[in-house]
């Protein structure tokens, strides 16, 4: 048979369309496949694990770190790093928790809410100035900055701090159909962020300021304008992440969020985005989000002593980023 | 209306007015590098009025080992800076070789202990090279994944527990005195001298302004600059074990959170006394000023009283303010 036929055509350009989506998502595809085999091997010998309750909590589990990695992966695909987003969920954390403690009322959670969110805003601002104005390292002197709001988070408070209205629990509490309300939110905010950094023209100026700043210049986007921008961004999803901490744990916690930059600093990498920026997708963020909380779920299951944890974790982080291809640039 | 594109004429403008004068570039450029002598200067002024008890012989003696032990790990950090690279994992392998030291049984000899801790602070800073050199991993990811993984190594040894006593060698370098000189300082000023002398007079001290100033420059200069890069991130792991040993030698005891401020204070000692990120510049002198500026500063914090909390504002201000004058500096030289 020498003769092709359109089926076969069709179906060679078929192969062809999936060989070349594999090609072009290889991190993302490799990352939830990598979920589903660790996800499945654990769910075949764990009782407890199946439960659909230790699923939806695995992923409300996740919604911190999730926010955090959010604004942190907006910062890397444009080449920067945002060292201080775990300091600023904790300032968020106590800066409110201290007004409840003042005031505790249902009445006020709104203006906290949007009083949180604009803390977060503006020490995202003063990153961005920072940042774009001094042309200094990102990752340095978001770390300055970060310590030093380590400074004024001790200044506020070094004890837990009461007084959350319980109006504001039911953030992390309430439920429809069985499920958190804050698991939909959260999905409604990671679909409404790959649209953001995919389908809009300030989402794609990121790759294009990551790729290559000059070029980015000349094709008359606004440089410094797009960074400052996702700065903001991520200090709005950090102080987010802030308010989710305080409605979980119900006080002002004063070791809120510890380590949490640098969880977010992993899951951005593995899930596929270049830390030179200028490349991946957020969705692979959401993996490594969703893989490190899976991680940690098993490790309880396994019961791994609880010493190994932290050095396994750094294993595969080691592993994770000597694993990942980078631009052969010198 | 979308506020990330302009018009080309505002895009045009935005360059206009990006020039600067050569008189404010040459201000800058001098500012950068004499930034951390005036500081000290200022501090020891500051301290003069408003607190004379800073310059009690004990507080002094204090301060003398406090820098010494920032000093040693800070010469390492110089050295990895000045080949455009960046070592977050100083601070945990200060703790970890503190830890295997101290901890060791009375079976084995001291000198084992300090000979297998040499060769685990090497291995570190060899992994450390590699991860940046071969695989191109960018370097403070490729550091900071490695704090993680000792700090996990040693809570894995320790079981979170502190414990062990410090042998008679380590507080012999560090805490005894020569005539009125702490120890630690002359094991700083040896260290800073034969590094000194590396940088200045050897083909791998021009080696490393090189790979620093120019890496594919270097490259094509017959410099393997792998190497260069690899050897700096050896010696800075090395060095960073040695101001451990010096560091828990003084304070007796070895606990959880010894070595967590070190990464950034070596980092912002280093980068205040004149040392750029871009690599190539910056030389010893300026990063002990630097290392002398922010131990007095954290000092003086607990002379005049203040609570702790202050400290880490302090450290925070002094890595913002020398980043933000370093940034624009080389910013402004490279253009």
Redesign the interface.
């Known amino acids: 048979m020498v003769t092709t036929t359109n089926e076969q055509i069709a179906s060679q350009s078929f192969w062809r369309k999936v060989m070349t989506f594999v090609r072009n998502n290889v991190s993302i595809l490799l990352i939830y496949g990598l979920i589903v085999l660790v996800g499945g091997a654990t769910a075949i010998f764990s009782e407890n694990f199946r439960q659909f309750s230790n699923l939806v909590s695995l992923f409300r589990q996740s919604i911190v770190l999730g926010l955090i990695a959010i604004g942190q992966s907006v910062v890397v695909l444009t080449g920067g790093m945002d060292m201080s987003v775990a300091m600023i969920a904790r300032i968020v954390t106590l800066i409110v928790a201290t007004i409840f403690n003042i005031h505790s009322s249902d009445t006020i959670i709104l203006p906290m809410i949007l009083l949180g969110v604009g803390v977060g805003a503006s020490i995202g601002a003063f990153n961005g100035f920072l940042v774009t104005r001094t042309h200094a390292n990102p990752f340095i002197i978001t770390f300055g900055v970060a310590s030093a709001l380590r400074g004024i988070g001790l200044a506020i408070s070094n004890v837990p701090i009461r007084g959350v209205p319980s109006g504001y629990l039911s953030i992390y509490d309430a439920r429809v159909a069985g499920i958190p309300v804050n698991v939909y939110a959260m999905i409604i905010i990671w679909a409404l962020a790959y649209i953001f950094t995919t389908r809009t023209r300030a989402g794609r100026a990121l790759f294009a300021v990551g790729g290559s700043e000059r070029v980015a210049r000349l094709s008359a986007i606004r440089v410094n304008k797009t960074l400052i921008l996702t700065y903001v961004i991520s200090g709005i999803f950090a102080a987010l992440a802030g308010l989710f901490l305080l409605a979980r744990t119900g006080v002002g916690d004063p070791s809120a969020a510890e380590g949490m930059d640098f969880q977010s600093v992993v899951a951005v990498p593995l899930g596929g985005i270049s830390l030179y920026g200028g490349k991946g997708s957020i969705l692979g963020t959401l993996g490594g989000v969703l893989l490190l909380g899976l991680l940690s779920n098993v490790f309880n299951i396994v019961q791994i002593d609880v010493y190994y944890q932290q050095l396994l974790l750094g294993l595969i982080v080691l592993i994770a980023v000597a694993a990942y291809r980078s631009p052969r640039s010198l | 209306m979308?506020?990330?594109?302009?018009?080309?004429n505002t895009?045009q403008k935005r360059f206009l007015e990006m020039r600067f004068s050569p008189r404010m570039i040459r201000w800058v450029d001098l500012a950068g590098q004499r930034a951390a002598p005036i500081g000290v200067l200022v501090v020891f002024l500051v301290a003069a009025i408003f607190a004379p008890a800073f310059y009690n012989p004990t507080n002094l003696k204090t301060v003398a080992i406090q820098m010494a032990v920032l000093g040693i790990v800070a010469v390492g950090q110089t050295l990895v800076l000045l080949v455009r690279s960046?070592d977050l994992s100083v601070g945990a392998v200060l703790a970890l070789g503190a830890v295997i030291v101290v901890q060791t049984e009375s079976g084995s000899s001291i000198f084992v202990s300090l000979i297998q801790a040499f060769a685990i602070a090497g291995a570190i800073g060899l992994a450390n090279g590699l991860?940046i050199t071969k695989?191109?991993?960018?370097p403070?990811?490729?550091s900071?994944?490695?704090m993680?993984?000792?700090?996990?190594?040693r809570?894995?040894y320790t079981?979170?527990q502190a414990s062990g006593t410090v042998p008679d060698l380590l507080r012999a370098i560090s805490i005894e005195q020569v005539g009125f000189i702490p120890a630690a300082l002359l094991v700083f000023l040896l260290v800073n001298a034969t590094v000194f002398f590396v940088i200045k007079y050897t083909r791998f001290g021009r080696w490393i302004y090189a790979v620093g100033g120019n890496?594919?420059a270097a490259?094509y200069a017959g410099i393997k600059?792998d190497a260069v890069v690899i050897v700096a991130h050896v010696v800075c792991s090395v060095f960073a074990l040695l101001g451990g040993l010096v560091l828990s030698g003084y304070i007796g005891y070895v606990d959880l959170r010894l070595g967590t401020d070190y990464n950034?204070n070596s980092?912002?000692a280093s980068?205040i006394g004149g040392t750029t990120?871009t690599g190539g510049r910056g030389n010893l002198f300026g990063t002990a000023a630097g290392v002398l500026l922010l131990i007095s500063l954290l000092n003086l914090v607990v002379v005049l009283g203040l609570?702790?909390?202050?400290?880490?504002?302090?450290?925070?201000?002094?890595?913002?303010s020398a980043?933000?004058?370093?940034?624009?500096r080389?910013?402004l030289l490279s253009r």
């Open positions: 979308n506020p990330i594109i302009s018009k080309q895009v960046i991860l695989r191109r991993v960018p403070f990811v490729a900071f994944g490695m993680w993984f000792i700090q996990g190594a809570l894995a079981k979170g890496p594919s490259r600059t950034m980092i912002a980068i990120f609570p702790i909390h202050w400290q880490y504002a302090m450290q925070g201000l002094v890595l913002v980043t933000a004058l370093q940034g624009l080389q910013y």
